[in-house]
């Protein structure tokens, strides 16, 4: 089974169209802004022409994926990206099986089990989660996005990826406990050969983090099921337990 989907540059499109590019562009952009922008704000860091940008965020708001305010002449995402967002996660993402399997290792361990989606060629982004006990404090915003090589989920993509690439987007992480590149290495060839993978703490020094492949009829992996737990929260012997535990999940 690959583990990896390596199809997922833009730069791989031998012909993309430029309003739907700029079109989503745009909606990332409005999405990682913490207030409405105005146009300018909006055309100027993207590079596109202000008329351009104008109409394609007047198409936008007609089509309910934008709101403006237009007293303000400010723009941001509307409403049906939440549809969107909601049928992408209920149909596209098939989570009627994975939600109560994570809800049920979440109890079984007292762990954080989280479902990780590769985003784009550098981040994944945060589908699902399951939050146990003693874990209730973790962080698990849905549609939160980090880097592709974080923690135990990375180990599990990165050995799809060429040297070069594997330590820029290493570099990219911010590792609380530093690591050596090399030793990363092992890391992933050990992870490729059992089928999961440990982050012993490098990623958030007080976690462990465990990672096995979701896979979805027999397709490249793209999804990683992930385990978090407190470093000194179970045993070898539990932690195995666990990793066969996801495989089987992911497999499933």
């Avoid at 055309?43 to 202000?50: A, F, Q």
């Avoid at 509307?78 to 149909?91: C, F, Q, S, T, Y």
């Avoid at 399951?130 to 209730?136: D, I, M, N």
Wanted: proline share 4%; charged share 20%; glycine share 8%.
């Amino acid at each position: 089974m690959a583990l990896v989907d390596t199809a997922l540059d833009r730069h791989d499109i031998p012909s993309p169209v430029g309003a739907v590019a700029n079109a989503a562009r745009i909606l990332g952009y409005l999405g990682a802004a913490k207030s409405p922008l105005r146009l300018t704000q909006i055309s100027r860091p993207l590079g596109i022409n202000n008329s351009t940008c104008l109409n394609i965020l007047r198409t936008l708001v007609a089509e309910g994926f934008v709101r403006v305010d237009a007293a303000a002449k400010t723009y941001g995402l509307g409403r049906r990206i939440v549809e969107l967002a909601r049928d992408a996660l209920n149909h596209g993402e098939n989570l009627g099986a994975l939600r109560p399997a994570m809800e049920a290792l979440a109890t079984k361990y007292g762990i954080t089990l989280m479902l990780w989606g590769r985003l784009d060629a550098e981040h994944l982004i945060l589908l699902a989660a399951a939050v146990g006990e003693p874990l209730r404090s973790i962080h698990a915003e849905l549609g939160m996005r980090v880097p592709l090589l974080t923690g135990s989920m990375g180990r599990i993509f990165a050995a799809g990826l060429d040297r070069k690439t594997q330590r820029r987007l290493f570099d990219a992480v911010k590792w609380q406990k530093p690591m050596n590149f090399d030793a990363y290495l092992r890391e992933v060839d050990e992870t490729a050969e059992r089928g999961w993978s440990l982050d012993a703490g490098s990623f958030t020094s007080a976690m462990w983090g465990l990672s096995a492949p979701a896979s979805r009829n027999g397709e490249q992996v793209d999804r990683v099921i992930s385990a978090v737990l407190l470093s000194d929260q179970h045993d070898q012997a539990t932690i195995d337990r666990i990793a066969r535990d996801l495989m089987a999940v992911g497999s499933g």
